[in-house]
């Protein structure tokens, strides 16, 4: 079962590289303690789950970040500053 749906706005609590990965310079990475809006859900075929998020559409191109790097907030004051936040890079 997926823990988040779309709307959701979760924060991250994990963003170390996977060991296989390395993070070049300027490729869009998740932050620690950065908001972000679910703008997508994904699974591939043995049942991974990932999520896409608003603020970094283009990456990673597989099934999106993994789940287990987020927390699902509870409130409406997250949810108003990511949704400010995604309107202001719709009009970048």
């Not at 988040?4 to 303690?33: A, H, M, Q, S, Y």
């Not at 990932?50 to 990673?60: A, D, F, S």
Request: aromatic share 8%; with cysteine; proline share 7%.
């Amino acid at each position: 079962m997926h823990p988040f749906k779309l709307g959701d706005v979760v924060v991250c609590v994990n963003d170390t590289p996977l060991p296989e990965k390395i993070v070049r310079i300027g490729e869009p990475w998740v932050k620690i303690g950065r908001t972000y809006l679910v703008s997508g859900i994904s699974s591939n075929e043995v049942g991974h789950h990932g999520i896409v998020l608003l603020e970094i559409r283009q990456w990673p191109p597989a099934i999106g970040w993994h789940t287990w790097r987020f927390k699902k907030l509870y409130g409406t004051d997250q949810r108003v500053e990511v949704e400010t936040r995604g309107k202001e890079l719709e009009h970048a």
